[in-house]
T-cell receptor, first 112, second 115 residues
Framework: NAGVTQTPKFQVLKTGQSMTLQCAQDMNHNSMYWYRQDPGMGLRLIYYSASEGTTDKGEVPNGYNVSRLNKREFSLRLESAAPSQTSVYFC???????????FGQGTRLTVV | AQSVTQLGSHVSVSEGALVLLRCNYSSSVPPYLFWYVQYPNQGLQLLLKYTSAATLVKGINGFEAEFKKSETSFHLTKPSAHMSDAAEYFCAVSAPNFGNEKLTFGTGTRLTIIP
């Protein structure tokens, strides 16, 4: 009964380093999302994917890229990390865009 | 475009008192509305959702919310607060968009319960 699994749970990067956050869901959902959560700002959508093979920008896409590898997996890449990208990142999935979303446990990323 | 406004970033209530967390939405089409709860160092968990059926929606842990179109509101209530209700609560909206729907969140309300 895994649901949405994110790896890693914690990461510290130096400015300019790159990394990929992994997300996988086992609920056969079509839609997947990446959000970042910052104090006082709620969850802001970075990218989303309404179905396998499609991705679209959300509210704060700059500095990020995504790949919907298959129906299960949706990865988020930081090509050149910046301190402003220090945040908690959440992956989520839903059966369709209007259905309830299921969230992973989050990745706490610190860029120094 | 759609958006959500949560009034009050912090709310404190005494144990046993009424909990009222406010949410107003903006959507050009009939929306779907959600309340999520986040406990410390955890992901978000769905409390309840409105999907154009009954306007009064009951959720888990004794919470409920009423959809009021005329007021564009979806406030969350619980008659009697419990210590375990201390958490952060997020209101969210989604709207039909030709298969390209996405979930938009408010900025959250941190609920503190006073013993």
């Amino acid at each position: 009964n895994a649901g949405v699994t994110q790896t890693p749970k914690f990461q510290v990067l130096k400015t300019g380093q790159s990394m990929t956050l992994q997300c996988a869901q086992d609920m056969n959902h079509n839609s997947m999302y990446w959000y970042r959560q910052d104090p006082g700002m709620g969850l802001r959508l970075i990218y989303y994917s309404a179905s396998e093979g499609t991705t679209d920008k959300g509210e704060v896409p700059n500095g990020y890229n995504v790949s919907r590898l298959n129906k299960r997996e949706f990865s988020l890449r930081l090509e050149s990390a910046a301190p402003s990208q220090t945040s908690v990142y959440f992956c989520a999935s839903s059966e369709e865009g209007q259905a309830e979303a299921f969230f992973g446990q989050g990745t706490r990323l610190t860029v120094v | 475009a759609q958006s959500v406004t949560q009034l009050g970033s912090h709310v404190s209530v005494s144990e046993g008192a009424l909990v009222l967390l406010r949410c107003n939405y903006s959507s050009s089409v009939p929306p779907y509305l959600f309340w999520y709860v986040q406990y410390p160092n955890q992901g978000l968990q769905l409390l309840l959702k409105y999907t154009s059926a009954a306007t009064l929606v009951k959720g888990i842990n004794g919470f409920e919310a009423e959809f009021k179109k005329s007021e564009t509101s979806f406030h969350l209530t619980k008659p009697s607060a419990h210590m375990s209700d201390a958490a952060e609560y997020f209101c969210a909206v989604s709207a039909p968009n030709f298969g390209n729907e996405k979930l938009t969140f408010g900025t959250g309300t941190r609920l503190t319960i006073i013993p």
